[in-house]
């Protein structure tokens, strides 16, 4: 079964290339190597729009994989009023990479993830730096 990481939002990304950037920073920070990442849709429509699609962020390793999704959602999901929408970030495969996609979206926004499953450190909640401390730890 998937888990999930959410992470609140005030605006999603304008692009592809924009979160392409975000990654690719982030990835660095961590000494990886950015992902490869593409636009999908689960139906034949062209995939054009980052809150009608989902992306798909493709890592080294055979388990690095994950896919994330932006919604609108109301304030009492979000719990601040400033980020209305919600990256959900989705993975059956390595939560530490999954984890980084997830830290490009919250470091960005200076916000949280939402850790409802417990994956990496068992926290529920975590800020950029404690989310980037459970990435670097030891398994």
């Known amino acids: ?75 009492e999901i979000t719990e601040d009023s400033s980020r209305p929408y919600m990256v959900n970030v989705t993975t059956r495969g390595d939560w530490k990479f999954g984890g980084a996609v997830a830290y490009a979206f919250c470091k960005h926004e200076g916000s949280c993830v939402f850790n409802d499953s417990g994956v990496l450190d068992g926290s529920p909640r975590f800020d950029a730096d404690s989310l980037r401390n459970a990435l670097l730890a030891d398994p």
Do not use: H, Y
């Open 1 to 75: 079964m998937a888990d999930s990481l959410f992470i609140p939002i005030s605006q999603p990304p304008a692009n592809v290339l924009e979160v392409e950037s975000l990654l690719a920073e982030v990835f660095l920070e961590l000494g990886k190597a950015p992902p490869r990442l593409s636009l999908r849709r689960n139906d034949d429509v062209p995939a054009t729009n980052l809150m009608t699609s989902f992306l798909m962020f493709e890592g080294e390793g055979p388990n690095d994989f994950c896919w994330t999704s932006i919604s609108e959602v109301p304030i």
